[in-house]
C-alpha cells in the first residue's frame, strides 16, 4: 500500500486525489481478487488496476476539486530552500512530459519496477516501455536544462 501511494502522490501531485486513487484501486482490486492469477505478481496486478482507474478518471473529466481542511493546506517544508525549488522544478517539469512517459518514469524510478512489471501494469510490450522510458528521460532532461523539447522535423523539399 505505500508503494501505491507513493506512487500515486507521484503522478497525480494531489494527497488527497491520490488516496482517492488508491482507496479505489485497492477496493476494485479485493472485489475482484478472483481474477488475479495465483502466482503472479500482486503488485504489478495492483498497478494495473490503479493505471486503468487513473485512465478511467482522465477520460470522464472531472473536475479537480481542494480539500478546505487546514491540515491538508500544510505544505511540508524541505531542510533547505534549494531542495525545495529543486524538487518543485523536478515536479513542474514531471507535468510537461505526456502521461505516458511519466507513469512509466515514475514506476521505473519511484517503484523500481521492471520493464516486464511495467508492461503487465501497463498492458503495453516491453519494447513500448524502454521507448518510453528513453524518450521520457530524454525529454525530462531537455526540461530540467532549460530547453525546451521541440520536434525533430526536417524541411523536405
Known amino acids: 500500500m505505500p508503494r501505491l ?4 502522490r507521484a503522478m497525480l501531485g494531489d494527497r488527497v486525489a491520490a488516496d ?6 485497492l477496493e476494485r482490486g479485493w472485489s475482484r481478487v478472483s481474477q488475479w ?42 531542510a533547505t530552500q534549494t531542495d525545495q ?4 522544478d523536478l ?3 514531471l507535468r510537461q512530459l505526456p502521461d505516458e512517459q511519466r507513469a512509466v518514469l515514475l514506476l521505473v524510478a519511484l517503484e523500481e519496477m521492471g520493464y516486464a512489471e511495467i508492461a503487465v501494469a501497463l498492458d ?14 530524454e525529454r525530462l532532461r ?6 525546451q523539447p521541440g520536434a525533430n522535423l526536417r524541411v523536405v523539399r
Open 142 to 147: 531537455q526540461i530540467m536544462d532549460g530547453r
Open 91 to 93: 515536479e513542474s517539469a
Open 85 to 88: 525549488l529543486e524538487v518543485k
Open 37 to 78: 492469477r495465483s502466482g503472479s505478481d500482486l503488485r504489478a496486478w495492483l498497478f494495473s488496476i490503479m493505471h486503468n482507474l487513473r485512465v478511467d478518471q482522465l477520460r470522464r473529466g472531472v473536475l479537480p476539486t481542494h480539500s478546505l481542511d487546514e491540515d491538508a493546506c500544510a505544505v511540508p517544508t524541505r
Open 5 to 8: 501511494r507513493r506512487y500515486a
Open 20 to 25: 482517492d486513487l488508491v482507496q479505489d484501486t
Open 124 to 137: 503495453i510490450p516491453i519494447g513500448t516501455v524502454m521507448s518510453r522510458l528513453s524518450r521520457g528521460r
